[in-house]
């Protein structure tokens, strides 16, 4: 059973930073682009970040530009989310999702495996 596993939300301030990181199982996704999405309170689910299988293409969403920042480590079958400046209006479940052509999309519906979601919470 192919499966995403986020871990590392929470509740933190505005200003801090939290890494996230989303285990894959049940198959190797070191061929697959990576991506991170969030859904905030409301609103429909978003971009955030992707990688390609290499790691050599990288796209950030405007909101996050240098302040997120996306990478992976093949050998672990494992992507990260590094925050950093954590604002109030990053709160939101956040989902990393493979998709096994390689490139790093942006669009959700190119993705085929979405893990279960974690939430993020910044205060002010």
């Known amino acids: 059973q192919v499966q995403l596993v986020e871990s590392g939300g929470g509740l933190v301030q505005a200003g801090d930073s939290l890494r996230l990181s989303c285990a894959a199982s049940?198959?190797?996704?070191?061929?697959?682009?990576m991506g991170w999405f969030r859904q905030l309170p409301g609103k429909e689910r978003e971009f955030v970040a992707a990688?390609?299988?290499?790691?050599?293409?990288?796209y950030y969403a405007d909101s996050v530009k240098g302040r997120f920042i996306i990478s992976r480590d093949n050998a672990k079958n494992t992507v990260y989310l590094q925050m950093s400046n954590l604002k109030p209006e990053d709160t939101a479940v956040y989902y990393c999702?493979?998709?096994?052509?390689?490139?790093?999309?942006?669009?959700?519906?190119?993705?085929?495996?979405w893990g279960q979601g974690i939430q993020v919470t910044v205060s002010s």
């Open positions: 999702a493979a998709h096994p052509t390689g490139w790093a999309f942006t669009t959700i519906r190119r993705y085929d495996y």
């Open positions: 049940g198959r190797t996704f070191t061929n697959d682009g």
């Open positions: 990688i390609e299988q290499s790691g050599s293409s990288i």
